[in-house]
Every structure is written in C-alpha cells, then in structure tokens.
C-alpha cells in the first residue's frame, strides 16, 4: 500500500493525555490499515510550551521518534531531552510524557503498537 499526504486525516489534539495545548495530529495510518497491529501512527508537531500528559502504555507499547527539535520527555520518571533522530520506546506499564520546552517547534512521530 502506498499512501499519498492527501489520503491522510488530519486533526487537532487539544490538552492531549491531561496536557496542555493543541497538537497538530498527520494520521499517517489508520488502524485499519496496519491490520490491527497500530492504534496510532502520527505525525505530531508541538508548538513551544506544549505537552502530553504522563501516561502508562500496558499491554500496549508506544515509540516517541524525534524528526526536529528538542523534546523533553519522562522515560518511566527520569527527565530526558530528545534531538532529531533519537527514539524512544515505552511499553510494559512503564510512562512517559513529552514537553516541548524549547523555543521552537518539535516535530515527531508516534505509534502506538497493540
């Protein structure tokens, strides 16, 4: 399958997992269309000052893949900041949350795998 930009949804994520601000949201896939294994395959732009909540990922997992910008995220409690091209994997009850508290906007994917 190859998806075009134009085939993709878009929507605004406000105050995402209790945090704060609206998230522009790029649904690469939908879940459908990774026959079940994904709920979630996005492309997340976070202006400055913006985040997602703290939030645990069981029997799920999720992948945080910084594309542009310095992220600042909790990997289970420890306060890590995240460039382009850094990865980040949380699954097994573990949390995580994610601050752009930079000047400038972060770009990044994130999937959820079931």
Not at 4 to 28: A, K, Q, V, W, Y
Not at 76 to 100: C, S, Y
Request: one cysteine or more.
């Amino acid at each position: 399958m190859v998806k075009t930009h134009e085939m993709m949804r878009t929507e605004i994520r406000s105050n995402l997992r209790g945090g704060s601000g609206d998230i522009p949201t790029l649904h690469l896939l939908e879940a459908d269309e990774t026959l079940g294994k994904c709920s979630l395959c996005s492309h997340m732009t976070l202006q400055p000052g913006v985040s997602i909540g703290e939030h645990p990922h069981s029997p799920d997992a999720e992948i945080y893949y910084c594309l542009k910008g310095e992220l600042t995220v909790s990997d289970n409690g420890t306060e890590k900041v995240m460039h382009a091209g850094d990865i980040m994997f949380t699954g097994g009850g573990e949390t995580h949350w994610a601050k752009n508290l930079s000047n400038e906007p972060v770009e990044m994917l994130a999937i959820v795998i079931k």
